[in-house]
Structure formats: C-alpha cells, structure tokens
C-alpha cells in the first residue's frame, strides 16, 4: 500500500502550507511517522518525524521553528504545518513510516515556493 501526501501547492515566500497523509490503522498505529522531501537534483531527506506515541518528534535542522508535525490517532492520519516558508523548501513532499519502508512510498505532493 502507498501512502499518499495531500495538501501541496504554490506558496509565496513566508506564506504558509499544511500537509496531510492518512494511512491504514494497522501501519499507522504501530509505526513512528514521517515526512520527507525530494528537491530537484538532490536525494529525499527526512523533514520531520513523529513517535507512534506522539510524544516525542524530531525535525531536519533547517525546518526546526518553522515546520510542526502531528498526528490524529482517530484519524490514522499525520500532519505537517508549514510555516515561513521558503524557496528551497521547494520540494515533493512525502509521508512515510519511520524508518522509511520502500513499498510505503507514494506520489507525494508538490511545494512550490516562489513568488
């Protein structure tokens, strides 16, 4: 199964985006979760994680203060609001388990920043 990525889109610089991906109970209940993120040119990195608890996360030092990741229980789903953007978080963004599982991976969704 993929897991797809919604909510993309083009954001002028310091605007703001929130990403949503929802995944079946039986992945997401058991599984630390990610986003992660493929610019132009460059390998996919990991953004930001969230513990299965959701109690502890962990963010890419570029996005720290400016990106938060949450996830819903009751919506086996995983979130991340972007804020300040800027033009080189320039990417397709995507969600994933934590450490990611190839089989796992989606289209993802497109972030364009530039104004």
């Known amino acids: 199964v993929q897991l797809q990525a919604s909510g993309g889109g083009l954001v002028q610089p310091g605007g703001s985006l929130r990403l949503s991906c929802t995944a079946p109970?039986?992945?997401?209940?058991?599984?630390?979760m990610g986003w992660y993120r493929q610019a132009p040119g460059k390998q996919r990195e990991l953004v930001a994680s969230?513990?299965?608890?959701?109690?502890?996360?962990y963010y890419a030092g570029d996005v720290r203060y400016r990106f938060t990741i949450s996830r819903d229980s009751a919506k086996n789903s995983v979130s991340l609001q972007m804020n300040s953007l800027k033009p080189e978080d320039t990417a397709v963004y995507y969600c994933?388990?934590?450490?990611?599982?190839?089989?796992?991976w989606g289209q993802g969704t497109q972030v364009t920043v530039s104004s």
């Open positions: 994933n388990v934590q450490p990611p599982l190839e089989l796992y």
């Open positions: 969230i513990w299965k608890d959701g109690k502890n996360t």
């Open positions: 109970a039986h992945i997401f209940q058991v599984n630390n």
